[in-house]
């Protein structure tokens, strides 16, 4: 008669329990234990992931460029037409040809640079002729027929 190793009431052994556990998992297949993912939104957003910055091996420009506009190219000359007198006079403003592509902030920080001016606004159009003017308004605590004859020599 062969040995009794297992009796009617007791627990199935550990070897036991993987066989039906490997034959479950043969059964069901490779995707018996996957879940549907709940998606509350119906665009899809493509995850964030880790962005390195860039650690170039050699620098793409070999010299960087001279800016284009500076405080000297910006002003080409200060205008002293009739009209342009009567602004000084009147109006505490001066009145200069600036390069077209110029624009409001460069012509005030050109004025500033060069002249040490201060300016409250200033005022531009592009003439029928090409060139631009500026027309920039001083300060009230400068006087620009002082600055017009002193810095600027057109009076």
Known sequence: MAPKNATKGSKPSKANAKVKQAAKAA??????NKVSKVRPSTSFHRPK???LSRTPRFPRKSV??????DASKVLIKPLHTESAMKMVEAHNTLVF???VKANKVQIKQALKKLYDVDCVNVNTLIRP???KKAYCRLTPDLDALDIAASKLAIL
């Open 129 to 131: 002729d090409g060139p």
């Open 97 to 99: 040809i600036c390069d």
């Open 49 to 51: 992931t880790l962005a």
């Open 27 to 32: 059964l069901l297949g490779v995707h018996g």
């Open 64 to 69: 960087p460029h001279e800016p284009s506009l």
